[in-house]
């Protein structure tokens, strides 16, 4: 078994070492991009709940255009296509997730003209 300071030179195959790595530094950082973005989304709830309903319109048409884009994403892997390919791995993400974020997408904007 190697350690975790050797793990990262199987990265891939024989040739392709440094590409793998690179992939690999790639999904970390999009991770952690995703995570801080989330937290973002997290700190604009909060302080939307501060607000009055009239005033939180701009945040519902921000997290309906979120939830539109994210509704895409997750179609995509159904087999919408118009954004790109996507490695269709499961459709069952696309079909579980793309409804949830269509309907969250429906309520914020139905909440931001509503307000």
């Known amino acids: 078994m190697s350690s975790p300071a050797h793990r990262d030179q199987d990265a891939g195959p024989k040739g392709k070492e440094v ?4 992939y690999i530094f ?6 952690r991009q995703i995570s801080l973005a989330s937290w ?5 709830v909060i302080y939307g ?5 009239e005033a939180r319109a701009p ?4 997290f309906g255009v979120s939830s539109v884009l994210s509704a895409l994403v997750n179609f995509n892997h159904v087999g919408i296509t118009g954004i790109g390919e996507h490695p269709r791995v ?6 579980a997730f ?17 307000a």
């Open 59 to 62: 945040l519902h048409l921000m």
């Open 90 to 95: 499961s459709r069952n993400v696309g079909i």
């Open 26 to 31: 790639f999904l970390l950082f999009e991770q």
């Open 40 to 44: 973002a989304v997290v700190a604009g």
């Open 19 to 22: 590409t793998s790595q690179d």
């Open 49 to 53: 709940l501060t607000l009055g309903l």
């Open 98 to 114: 793309g409804p949830v974020w269509t309907a969250a997408a429906l309520f914020n904007f139905w909440a931001s003209v509503g």
